[in-house]
């Protein structure tokens, strides 16, 4: 395959958690109004189910909450620092690493 010929690449997958200035980045899916919160997948972004109506900011709220209690970090660790109105949002995280924020993310995902 040449160039911008697509395959199964590893240069092609971009992980949901990537280190920034900042602090640790987490790129969410977020699907408001479900029954509970859960991680549905994780590919290129986290796909979070949020037990919050998509108003007045409360899914976003429940986000930060939601993953504050999975990471085992206080809320004041957990930041939404891009996409308040979007689905498409970005987590920015701090007092963890990039590795333990993976495991905990895919141990919530498992088949509990």
Same mark, same amino acid.
């Given at each position: 395959?040449? @160039?911008?010929?697509?395959? #199964?690449?590893?240069?092609?997958?971009?992980? @949901?958690?990537?280190?920034?200035? #900042?602090?640790?980045?987490?790129?969410? !899916?977020?699907? @408001?109004? #479900?029954?509970?919160?859960?991680?549905?997948?994780?590919?290129?972004?986290?796909?979070?189910?949020?037990? #919050? @109506?998509?108003?007045?900011?409360?899914?976003? !709220?429940?986000?930060?909450?939601?993953?504050?209690?999975?990471?085992?970090?206080?809320?004041?660790?957990?930041? !939404?620092?891009?996409?308040?109105?979007?689905?498409?949002?970005?987590?920015?995280?701090?007092?963890?690493?990039?590795?333990?924020? !993976?495991?905990?993310?895919?141990?919530?995902?498992?088949?509990?």
């Amino acid at each position: 395959m040449g @160039p911008g010929e697509s395959g #199964a690449s590893t240069v092609s997958q971009t992980e @949901p958690v990537s280190v920034s200035k #900042a602090g640790i980045e987490i790129k969410i !899916l977020a699907k @408001p109004a #479900a029954k509970c919160n859960s991680i549905t997948d994780i590919n290129d972004t986290v796909g979070i189910q949020i037990a #919050a @109506p998509p108003v007045d900011g409360e899914a976003n !709220l429940e986000l930060v909450k939601y993953l504050s209690k999975i990471l085992g970090l206080k809320k004041s660790q957990v930041t !939404l620092d891009k996409g308040s109105k979007s689905r498409n949002k970005t987590v920015l995280v701090t007092g963890s690493s990039k590795e333990e924020i !993976l495991q905990k993310l895919k141990e919530e995902k498992g088949d509990s």
